[in-house]
């Protein structure tokens, strides 16, 4: 397992953007119009719940690690959209951030971290549902 203190910061840092990824999702269901606006606002809403239980995992993991769950947004992920192909192309590049970092996090993370490795790697399979889901909504 890499050090603590980097390990830590990486999954705060994915904390982060999981608040953000929350905030966008709502907020994207929020202002989406045209004809199929309330199905996939919907489906954002859903997929921005995904996002919060998350949120509650990272915390779990990092108070286990003993260190302290960070309240930060990051602010780079909270990207305004309005129509329907805005926000797919916005949340598609976002999931795509977030499998990366977890990625990332997979190889820090290692085999000898269990439950935190398998905890990422059920997280990335949520983010790549995600992602699919998206490219299925465009046009
Ligand atoms: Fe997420
Ligand atoms: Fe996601």
């Known amino acids: 397992m890499a050090n603590k203190e980097k390990l830590l910061k990486m999954l705060n840092d994915a904390l982060a953007q999981e608040h953000a ?26 997929i921005a719940e995904d996002e919060k239980n998350h949120a509650i995992q ?34 598609l590049k976002e999931e795509e951030k977030a499998i990366r970092l977890y990625r990332s996090i997979l190889r ?18 949520d983010e790549q549902e995600h992602k699919e889901e998206l490219d299925r909504l465009k046009e």
Not at 75 to 91: F, Q, S
């Open 58 to 91: 990272l915390r779990d993991r990092i108070t286990a690690l003993g260190g302290t769950p960070t309240m930060e947004i990051a602010k780079g992920d909270l990207i305004p959209a309005e129509t329907l192909n805005e926000i797919l192309l916005v949340n």
């Open 21 to 46: 990824c929350q905030i966008r999702y709502l907020t994207h269901a929020a202002v989406i119009t045209g004809p199929y606006a309330e199905a996939v606002a919907n489906r954002l809403k859903e």
């Open 108 to 125: 820090a993370v290692g085999r000898e971290g269990e439950i935190l490795y398998e905890t990422v790697e059920d997280i990335i399979k």
